[in-house]
C-alpha cells in the first residue's frame, strides 16, 4: 500500500514538474500563433479594401505571414458585389423602363479569384491583368482556419485522452471596399 502512494505521487509529480508546463508552453506558441494569423489577416483584408482589389504578390505576402506561424492553413476568400438591373414592362423594348431596378447580389470565392492572380501564362506578376479588382461597395471577406493539429492540440488531447477538432484557430474577417484600384 505504502509502495503504491509513493507511486501515485511520483506520477503526479512528474504530470505536474514536466507535462503541464509543457502544455502550457504550447498553449501560449498555439495563442501566440493566432494572434500573428489574426493581424496578417487583418492587414490583408484592410489592403484589399483600401486597394480596391488583390495583387499577386499581396496574396502571396499574405499566405508567407500565415506560413511563418508553422501551422498550415485553409484561406478562404469570398468577393460580393452588387448589380443593379432596370426593369422593363418588354425586355426587348427599352422605351417600356418601369423607373425600378432589381439589385442582383453576385459572389465570387477561391475558384474565381485565383485564376485571375496566378493564371496559366508567363505574364509577370506585376503585370495589370494579374490584378483582381472590385468596386466601391462591395464586399470582401476572408475565413482562415488552420488544418493541422496544434502541438497545444496534441498535447490537449493526451492529457485529457479525448479528440479535439483540428480547427483551433479560426478567423472571420471582412468589411466594404472603400476605394476602387487604379
Do not use: C, W
Not at 42 to 60: C, E, H, L, Q, W
Not at 147 to 175: C, H, Q
Amino acid at each position: 500500500m505504502n509502495t503504491l502512494l509513493k507511486l501515485f505521487a511520483v506520477l503526479i509529480a512528474l504530470l505536474l514538474l514536466y507535462l503541464y508546463p509543457l502544455s502550457a508552453a504550447f498553449d501560449q506558441q498555439d495563442d501566440i500563433s493566432e494572434l500573428v494569423a489574426m493581424r496578417a489577416t487583418t492587414s490583408f483584408v484592410d489592403a484589399v479594401r483600401d486597394k480596391g482589389g488583390i495583387t499577386p504578390a499581396m496574396y502571396n505576402d499574405f499566405m508567407a505571414a500565415l506560413a511563418a506561424t508553422g501551422n498550415s492553413f485553409a484561406v478562404e476568400m469570398e468577393h460580393g458585389g452588387k448589380t443593379y438591373v432596370p426593369v422593363y414592362e418588354d425586355p426587348t423594348r427599352s422605351e417600356t423602363f418601369r423607373g425600378t431596378y432589381e439589385i442582383h447580389y453576385d459572389s465570387f470565392y477561391n475558384a474565381q479569384i485565383l485564376p485571375v492572380l496566378f493564371p496559366n501564362n508567363t505574364l509577370a506578376k506585376d503585370d495589370p491583368s494579374r490584378r483582381y479588382r472590385m468596386r466601391v461597395g462591395d464586399s470582401f471577406s476572408v475565413m482562415v482556419r488552420n488544418t493541422n493539429r496544434t502541438a497545444g492540440t496534441l498535447i490537449f488531447d493526451m492529457l485529457n485522452n479525448t479528440i479535439s477538432p483540428n480547427e483551433k484557430i479560426v478567423i472571420p474577417y471582412g468589411g466594404t471596399v472603400r476605394h476602387a484600384m487604379d
